[in-house]
């Protein structure tokens, strides 16, 4: 792989990864709540049922309750 593909491909990936990050960081407490709490799963098993996994900080449906290890991921893939 060339340099400019290989900075090219780390660039996208960071800005994949960062865009919805930054868009988390800028809200307020108040508007990430009335996200979360827009949708409402019993559990884990329905988000996965659903197809919803995983169900990340200020996504609807995400709560602290279901996030097991507290890194703002809610129902991670199990293997």
């Known amino acids: 792989m060339s ?3 290989f900075w090219a491909a780390l660039a ?4 994949w990864w960062a ?4 868009e988390l960081w800028m809200m307020s407490a108040e508007e990430r ?17 659903l197809g919803k996994d995983p169900i990340y900080a200020g996504q609807p ?3 602290t309750t279901m996030d ?7 129902c991670e893939p199990i293997y």
């Not at 865009?19 to 930054?22: G, L, N, T």
């Open 12 to 15: 996208f990936a960071g800005t």
């Open 19 to 22: 865009v919805p990050q930054v």
């Open 33 to 49: 709540a009335a996200i979360e709490s827009s949708i409402t799963y019993s559990g884990c098993n329905q988000v996965r049922e």
């Open 61 to 63: 449906g995400y709560r």
């Open 3 to 5: 340099d400019i593909a």
């Open 68 to 74: 097991g290890d507290g890194d703002g991921i809610a």
